[in-house]
């Protein structure tokens, strides 16, 4: 079993920046891949981001691209998303998720953490 646990949402003005962080504990942490996705009032979870177990490969949804990274630290069994230049449609709550396969399709991860809220004001 993987306890993911999410933290670092808040309130930020557009253009602003903040970072994520995920810490997990159970299963070996360094042999999953990770995710962020996100859900915004009233819509479906959107995939973020993801990185491979070993940090060697990213993927991000193309609304994030170039202003969200993704990382992780294994030694600490923690996955970081900075998230730069923020928009108002960026506003959602923030999930991370691990799994085995390498897939960014949200009913193929089994692993998710609480979610925090990230709130952008124009």
């Known amino acids: 079993q993987v306890q993911l646990v999410e933290s670092g949402g808040g309130l930020v003005q557009a253009g602003g920046s903040l970072r994520l962080s995920c810490a997990a504990s159970?299963?070996?942490?360094?042999?999953?891949?990770r995710g962020w996705f996100r859900q915004a009032p009233g819509k479906e979870r959107d995939f973020v981001a993801a990185?491979?177990?070993?940090?060697?490969?990213?993927h991000y949804a193309d609304s994030v691209k170039g202003r969200f990274t993704i990382s992780r630290d294994n030694a600490k069994n923690t996955v970081y998303l900075q998230m730069n230049i923020l928009k108002p449609e960026d506003t959602a709550v923030y999930y991370c998720?691990?799994?085995?396969?390498?897939?960014?399709?949200?009913?193929?991860?089994?692993?998710w953490g609480q979610g925090t809220q990230v709130t952008v004001s124009s």
């Open positions: 998720c691990a799994n085995t396969p390498w897939t960014w399709k949200q009913s193929d991860y089994p692993y």
């Open positions: 159970g299963r070996t942490f360094s042999t999953l891949n």
């Open positions: 990185i491979s177990w070993g940090g060697g490969s990213t």
